[in-house]
């Protein structure tokens, strides 16, 4: 029966459909904007609405360096995926190496915050709606980084021990796909938390 | 029909699967299906899962009509009222009609785009363990959760779970977080399949099958699974938010702190009310397949239909606070979602009148899957009509709380979605198992669940009407309201004798129907080019397809779609 039962084979090429792997993490990426969404709701809902202190203009220091490091790190990581697609294994590790320090420059940076907030000024997840919305929607954002940073070490890994070549930059691709938006979603978390929420 | 190249071969092979398979040990077949990564497997757990569950919440439901059939009726206990309710809604929606829409979805997809298997099987086969194992969490907890009223506790907070009831001081114990938690590993069961079928429709359709030319089923799948995606993850956002006010003494939802319970209200609705659509759109799909099938005619306005779902996502999530209209917005806020609510009547108007141009000038023939098809029709416009009732704001503010508001969204759930539901069925069982649901029983249980339907829920209304408020657990007598409780628990029953026949028709034709062959309705998408049921792997050369109805085109070589499309 003529057209249906026609093989696949003889038209190589000519039928192309989005790669999978994309389609997946662009459909999880859509998922988590809309939960990231609802935190900065109840963020913004509750901006100023705290009884009690400590309020954010009080005790937030605007964390412009790490910032800089996590942003930077969208940008090492496609040097690194350039590299990778040329076959430049040197390149694409240490740029790749430079992207997981960057990160973990920053989730120090978030810890070290952490730590102040709590041992000088006493502000802990239970003390007032300040404390609860900040450090649910920073932690959530922390909590992405650190699943980003462990995805990240065992890309490297596997680097290391020579198994990522350019036959895999698609996938490779799929990861920093996450890490571009876990960096898009600081740039929203910065502006709520530091910018509109002082 | 059957005999084309491709199939025949698949044929050959199931049948030295089957000869294979007939002298294995039980735990080796129990083995298989708890690690198989098969699309259709997946699919046959989701349904058999929900049906289960179904079973479960039809029991809750029958104990709370029995105790309100009466007034000052004790035959439970109130706090055990309160559970049966929450556990009936909460099972109903994300352990039955979650899964089984799922489960459609999941066996039907890839068959009908001419893939071989889901995008991504091992997140399959995740996904539903999620969602199993959170509905055994769910149930755990009659065993094992301590609540206010001590050990044993379900949750009986509502389904809703409203703020503060689910605060520390009024959820003492666990029964709230056993609901929260649940809810929260479903919903990430739900967006693992989602994110499946998406990628599924979007990546691994044959080669031919356009977006334009896919089986409605397809598109409609994609746009529930994008909805999904939208606003089931705000209820999971929510929930967190909840486990940290439970457990890390945070103040969300705290009044006394601050806190909001409206916010409760609004991020539950934000995923609660497109979640109706999350349901109904598989249901359209159901229709739009069977419908055209039977009436002997393509879909009537196929781009339109596609259009006009896409139009009720985009809607569906702009109206969910018509379900807050008593908790004092302002009267801007009131107009727009009044606005919205009305706006969405429109595209579902479309969709009605598209079938029914489907139908007009059709050889209708009146097989038990086209006649839930046509109950749902008028069902699903009646419920249309109370839900542009209860969307007018000031109606809705004499009539919120009450039964009106359950008799309006069964309708929805049971006349629409389950109708729909029972009638891909009654279409796709052939498919699934190779043999035919028998008709004379499936047109009994098709009158006896219209009749019994008609009874509960057209009956409902009139105490919502006369201010009866839901989930009281018993009444005093002489408010008008007995007479119509008693013709809803009379409803009630004959639901679950018309229940009983489906599941005695499915046991019985399962051993004893006759054998289905590959095309036993004469029907257009690919899933019917297989064999019944089909082979693992599905399709043995992967098809290509020309027009939006490719069995036609083959069964037709002389007058193809393809030609006119």
């Not at chain 2, 609510?341 to 489907?358: D, E, H, Q, R």
Request: net charge positive; with cysteine; glycine share 10%.
């Amino acid at each position: 029966m003529s057209a249906i039962a026609t093989p696949i084979a003889q038209t190589p090429g000519a039928w192309k459909l989005p790669y999978r792997s994309k389609v997946g993490m662009a459909c999880l990426i859509i998922a988590e904007s809309a939960i990231f969404t609802i935190f900065v709701v109840a963020y913004l809902y509750y901006a100023g609405k705290s009884l009690s202190g400590p309020t954010p203009r009080e005790v937030l220091e605007t964390p412009i360096f790490y910032t800089i490091c996590l942003l930077s790190s969208s940008l090492t990581i496609h040097f690194a995926e350039r590299f990778l697609v040329r076959g430049g294994r040197a390149g694409f590790l240490g740029f790749w190496f430079l992207t997981i320090v960057l990160g973990g420059l920053f989730l120090f940076g978030t810890g070290r915050e952490w730590h102040r907030l709590i041992y000088e000024h006493g502000l802990t997840i239970s003390t007032n709606l300040f404390g609860t919305t900040y450090y649910s929607l920073v932690g959530l954002h922390a909590f992405h980084v650190t699943v980003g940073l462990i995805m990240l070490s065992i890309v490297f890994l596997f680097g290391l021990a020579g198994r990522v070549g350019s036959e895999q930059s698609a996938r490779v691709e799929v990861l920093s796909m996450y890490w571009h938006f876990v960096d898009g979603v600081w740039v929203v978390v910065f502006t709520v938390v530091y910018i509109l929420g002082r | 029909m059957g005999d084309f190249g491709g199939t025949a071969m698949s044929s050959d092979a199931m049948a030295i699967r089957a000869a294979q398979a007939a002298g294995r040990p039980w735990v080796e077949t129990l083995h298989d299906w708890v690690t198989t990564v098969d699309h259709k497997r997946l699919g046959i757990l989701y349904i058999v899962y929900s049906l289960l569950f179904l079973v479960i919440g039809g029991l809750e439901a029958t104990i709370m009509r029995i105790q309100l059939m009466r007034p000052h009726s004790d035959f439970v206990p109130p706090q055990v009222f309160n559970r049966m309710f929450t556990m009936h809604g909460t099972t109903m929606i994300f352990f039955v009609a979650m899964p089984i829409v799922f489960g459609f979805a999941n066996y039907l997809v890839p068959l009908m785009v001419g893939a071989r298997d889901m995008a991504f099987p091992r997140l399959n086969a995740f996904s539903f363990w999620l969602t199993a194992f959170s509905g055994i969490l769910l149930y755990f907890s009659f065993v094992g959760g301590s609540g206010l009223y001590g050990a044993g506790n379900a949750p009986d907070v509502g389904w809703w779970a409203y703020a503060p009831l689910t605060s520390r001081a009024f959820s003492p114990g666990h029964s709230s977080d056993y609901w929260t938690v649940a809810v929260l590993v479903s919903g990430f069961g739900s967006i693992g399949t989602a994110t499946n079928i998406i990628a599924t429709v979007l990546s691994m359709r044959c080669p031919g099958m356009t977006l334009g030319r896919m089986p409605l089923m397809a598109w409609l799948s994609l746009v529930m699974a994008g909805l999904v995606l939208i606003t089931i993850t705000p209820l999971s956002a929510a929930q967190i938010m909840l486990l940290v006010d439970r457990y890390l003494g945070g103040h969300f939802f705290d009044t006394q702190a601050g806190g909001s319970a409206a916010l409760w209200m609004h991020f539950f609705w934000i995923f609660g009310h497109p979640e109706v659509y999350i349901l109904v759109i598989p249901a359209f799909a159901i229709a739009s397949e069977i419908i055209p099938v039977f009436s002997r005619k393509p879909i009537f306005g196929y781009p339109i239909m596609v259009a006009a779902t896409v139009c009720i996502g985009f809607i569906s999530m702009s109206v969910w606070a018509h379900h807050m209209f008593t908790i004092g917005m302002t009267s801007t806020a009131n107009t727009f979602f009044v606005l919205t609510t009305m706006a969405i009547s429109v595209p579902t108007g479309i969709k009605i009148f598209n079938w029914l141009g489907t139908m007009w000038g059709g050889k209708i023939q009146f097989k038990t899957p086209m006649l839930f098809c046509i109950a749902f029709l008028f069902q699903f416009l009646v419920a249309g009509l109370t839900g542009i009732m209860l969307g007018a704001a000031p109606f809705n503010w004499q009539l919120n709380g009450s039964y009106f508001v359950v008799a309006h969204f069964h309708y929805v759930i049971v006349g629409a979605i389950l109708f729909c539901i029972f009638g891909g069925f009654y279409y796709w069982f052939p498919k699934v198992t190779g043999r035919m649901l028998d008709e004379k029983l499936g047109k009994l249980h098709f009158w006896l669940f219209v009749i019994g339907f008609h009874l509960t829920f057209d009956a409902m209304h009139i105490p919502g009407l006369l201010g009866m408020p839901r989930r009281i657990y018993t009444y005093e007598p002489g408010r008008g309201w007995d007479i119509w409780n008693v013709i809803v628990t009379i409803g009630t029953f004959i639901q679950g004798i018309a229940t009983l026949v489906f599941v005695a028709n499915l046991i019985l034709s399962y051993f004893r129907g006759p054998r289905a062959g590959n095309d036993p309705w004469d029907a257009w998408t690919l899933e019917w080019s297989v064999s019944s049921p089909p082979p693992a792997y599905n399709f043995a050369v992967i098809p290509t397809v020309e027009s939006r109805r490719p069995l036609w085109d083959r069964k037709h070589p002389e007058d193809p779609d393809s030609r006119y499309e």
